[in-house]
């Protein structure tokens, strides 16, 4: 055998085994490619034997946060075309195993009723956080959760009460939805996003001694003086009955605390605890005008005590420590002085010992009124019958015009 | 103007009757400047003193919300201390420096005396059968406790109500606790001045058979011979002996003002009876 003839027999061998190699090739199954799918599934009119859409835009399922990924690394089930009628339903703990395990845990664990896609949206159109097409982005995570805790929401067959409405027209609601602050409270500020947990529950951020910390997460300085305060230390030691924030500002209709509203509301929320207090309150004239509506210049409790660092009298860092009143009336009385300041915000005019001044005052003012009233109307109404008894005496039936 | 007319009623209808003065025209303008502001000072305080009563915060909503009203409280309180420093003055011009006679004492005076007393009794006395019916003088008793109950309600509810619109300058001489007791006075005597003018003054002096529905004399400013004769017997008797009678004949009230007088006293009426019927839904609730 000459070389030429060797060198052409070579090439024909392997010209030969590299046909049979890519035939091989072709032929052998392999890793469905996500364009593979898409050759079917892109098309929007695609639906199952039971008429639903099994069409997916590969278009936003590439810009998504799974868009590297192919379809089977979800889909573990399909292993090439054609694939079974029925698949199963993919479960995302296989990558994501902490957050399912925190799901698992929470409220929330039932995961026929609560998938993962309830919160995160369309399986193939999963964002990051920070992105805003993310159900989960913070401008849009009231809404999420709102699809179920609203009106006629799924959360209504637990008991739970519609909370969406009265979140998204609070102050922090409207940070949210009209300014787009994405640093204003939504929902998962307070509640958390995967290990949410009942209000009952100690370890929940929303647990009541927990709230000062949570709200705190934000709103730092104000945590700082609450805990100062009586409220704050009788929380902390464990007395449930002292107010935490949302006793006050309530949980999601949180208002503008200057706003009329909200000052006619909470003067009887200090008064479900302070009874007398609110009781003598309610007689004097700051009660008795700021009843009348959102009178913003009557003094209400906290203009006085303070709203988060509420103090004892005896503190010095009171307001209302006598040391200190006359800055404290001073703001909305000007001209203020010692005597000005001896007035009683809750004297009890029924109380002979505490106020005997002005019991006595009360007093006669009461027995004027009494007596007065007393006389006249008996003396009045005998007047009446008398005078009428006359008339039609002297002026027959019906008695005349006059007498 | 119109004609002056005559009002036929009384016993001889038909016959031309003679009408006397009885309050001039400045008596007449400051009993309405006094029943407006009153009116005004009762509408505008009850919805305070009863802030909690249902209809409270509606009302304080219709005058313009819970900072006008106490900006109208407060409107209508200026009005009556003016009107009530230039009566004082009226009372200081006549008594000192026309040395008028018998402002203070004697039987046109409203000053109580004697009188007053034996017609009280013998007033309760006829009410109940037992004696005739007294004859009255120009201010019958409870002429005059209306008019001093009103004087002294002007001083109690007009000092306290100073006392706490400038308290801190009225803190300057009070001591702390009076602060607290003007509420208490104010709101008191406010609603005594209510519930005796809207109930007891209404049905004495307007309601009463004898002046039903409306004693006009306040309004017009005279009244009939015959009803000056009938109500303040003794005034007309006096007159009639000492011949100063024809000195007190003013013009028959013309028809515009009797209408129109009607229709002020009306209105003034119903919205004190509107205001008793809120008070006592409030009271007593």
Redesign the interface.
């Given at each position: 055998m000459n070389e030429a003839v060797r060198k052409n027999a070579i090439l024909i061998i392997r010209s030969l085994a590299l046909a049979t190699g890519l035939a091989v090739l072709a032929l052998a199954p392999r890793t469905l490619r996500a364009q593979d799918c898409l050759t079917c599934h892109g098309d929007s009119s695609m639906t199952d034997s039971n008429g639903h859409s099994i069409f997916v835009d590969g278009k936003h399922f590439g810009d998504s946060i799974h868009g590297s990924l192919q379809c089977a690394n979800c889909h573990a089930d399909i292993k090439g075309y054609p694939h079974p009628d029925k698949v199963a339903p993919v479960d995302c703990k296989t990558c994501h195993a902490d957050q399912a395990t925190q799901l698992g845990g929470s409220v929330h664990a039932d995961s026929k009723e609560h998938p993962c896609t309830s919160c995160h949206g369309n399986a193939h159109e999963i964002f990051p956080k920070t992105d805003a097409r993310s159900a989960v982005y913070p401008l849009n995570v009231p809404k999420t959760c709102g699809q179920c805790h609203s009106n006629n929401g799924m959360a209504g067959k637990h008991g739970l009460a519609s909370v969406y409405p009265n979140y998204i027209d609070s102050i922090h609601g409207f940070a949210l939805s009209k300014e787009g602050l994405l640093v204003a409270a939504n929902c998962q500020s307070c509640h958390g996003s995967h290990h949410i947990l009942s209000h009952t529950d100690p370890a929940s951020p929303t647990y009541k001694s927990n709230i000062p910390q949570t709200c705190g997460n934000c709103h730092a300085k104000i945590n700082d003086e609450y805990q100062a305060g009586v409220h704050g230390q009788a929380i902390a030691k464990g007395d449930l009955k002292a107010p935490v924030c949302s006793d006050c500002h309530t949980a999601h209709a949180i208002l503008q605390p200057t706003e009329s509203a909200f000052r006619m509301q909470s003067t009887p929320i200090c008064g479900n605890c302070h009874k007398d207090k609110f009781s003598t309150y309610?007689?004097?004239?700051h009660?008795?005008?700021?009843?009348?509506?959102?009178?913003v210049e009557t003094a209400r409790c906290w203009d006085c005590h303070g709203a988060h660092d509420v103090r004892p009298t005896s503190d010095p860092a009171s307001p209302v420590n006598p040391a200190n009143l006359i800055a404290t009336c001073g703001r909305c009385?000007?001209?203020?002085?010692a005597?000005?300041?001896?007035?009683?915000p809750h004297?009890n005019?029924r109380d002979r010992k505490l106020?005997p001044?002005?019991y006595f005052?009360?007093l006669f003012?009461?027995l004027?009124?009494a007596s007065?009233?007393t006389f006249?109307?008996l003396?009045?109404i005998?007047?009446?019958?008398?005078?009428?008894y006359?008339?039609v005496k002297t002026k027959g039936d019906n008695?005349g015009?006059?007498? | 103007m119109p004609e002056p007319q005559t009002v036929n009623s009384g016993p001889n209808p038909g016959a031309q009757e003679k009408f006397y003065v009885r309050f001039t025209r400045e008596q007449r303008y400051m009993h309405a400047v006094l029943f407006t502001t009153f009116l005004g000072l009762a509408a505008t305080g009850l919805p305070m003193r009863f802030s909690e009563s249902f209809w409270a915060r509606k009302f304080a909503t219709g005058v313009g919300g819970f900072g006008s009203i106490l900006f109208l409280h407060k409107f209508f309180a200026v009005v009556l201390t003016i009107a009530f420093l230039i009566h004082l003055k009226d009372i200081f011009q006549r008594a000192i420096i026309n040395r008028e006679k018998g402002i203070f004492w004697g039987p046109t005076s409203m000053v109580a005396n004697w009188k007053d007393v034996k017609d009280i009794v013998g007033h309760m006395r006829w009410f109940l059968g037992l004696g005739p019916k007294p004859k009255f003088d120009r201010y019958a008793y409870w002429e005059k406790f209306d008019y001093w109950a009103v004087f002294w309600g002007m001083i109690v509810i007009g000092f306290s109500g100073y006392a706490m619109w400038f308290a801190p300058f009225f803190a300057h001489f009070l001591p702390g606790w009076a602060l607290n007791a003007v509420l208490v006075i104010h709101s008191e005597e406010a609603l005594l001045a209510v519930l005796f003018i809207f109930s007891i003054h209404f049905v004495n002096t307007h309601l009463r058979p004898d002046s039903f529905p409306m004693d006009m004399v306040i309004f017009t400013g005279v009244e009939s011979d015959h009803e000056f004769e009938e109500k303040r017997t003794l005034e007309y008797q006096r007159n009639q002996a000492q011949g100063t009678l024809e000195k007190k004949v003013g013009i028959a009230p013309p028809l515009w003002l009797l209408n129109f007088s009607k229709v002020v006293g009306f209105t003034a009426i119903f919205i004190g009876l509107t205001l008793l019927v809120l008070t006592l839904t409030a009271y007593f609730s």
């Open positions: 309610r007689d004097t004239f009660s008795q005008l700021g009843s009348l509506g959102g009178y009385h000007a001209g203020a002085n005597s000005f300041v001896k007035y009683q004297a005019a106020n001044g002005l005052v009360r003012m009461n004027l009124l007065v009233l006249f109307l003396h009045t005998l007047w009446l019958i008398r005078s009428r006359q008339q008695g015009k006059h007498a | -």
